[in-house]
Nanobody
Framework: QVQLVESGGGLVQAGDSLKVSCVAS????????IAWFRQAPGKEREFVAG????????LYADSVKGRFTISRVNANNTAFLQMNILRPEDTAVYYC???????????????????WGQGTQVTVSS
């Protein structure tokens, strides 16, 4: 059974940093692009960042560019999202997702992702 499990969320103050992790059980993890999405209350799920299967290509939403960094360690089936200079508007549930299509770059379209985690809450107070 495919599983993606996020962890590392929490309550922080504006300007703080936080790193969330995603551990995947899919045997094709090292061949799959990974992305982070987030969903705030009353809002649609939005793309945050993505990384290609090899880690060589990354993609970021304009709202987080320069503040967030996505990375992966294929040997550990783990992806990370380092979030710096957090803002109250970053408050959301953060989801990890994996593309079923192998050897691809990440996309910013949620519908293209086949596997999803349960999410981890990130709350940024002002």
């Amino acid at each position: 059974q495919v599983q993606l499990v996020e962890s590392g969320g929490g309550l922080v103050q504006a300007g703080d940093s936080l790193k969330v992790s995603c551990v995947a059980s899919i045997h094709t993890f090292d061949s799959s692009a990974i992305a982070w999405f987030r969903q705030a209350p009353g809002k649609e799920r939005e793309f945050v960042a993505g990384i290609s299967w090899s880690g060589g290509t990354t993609l970021y939403a304009d709202s987080v560019k320069g503040r967030f960094t996505i990375s992966r360690v294929n040997a550990n089936n783990t992806a990370f999202l380092q979030m710096n200079i957090l803002r109250p508007e970053d408050t959301a549930v953060y989801y990890c997702a994996a593309l079923g299509k192998l050897y691809s770059v990440a996309t910013d379209t949620a519908a293209e992702y086949d596997y999803w985690g349960q999410g981890t809450q990130v709350t940024v107070s002002s």
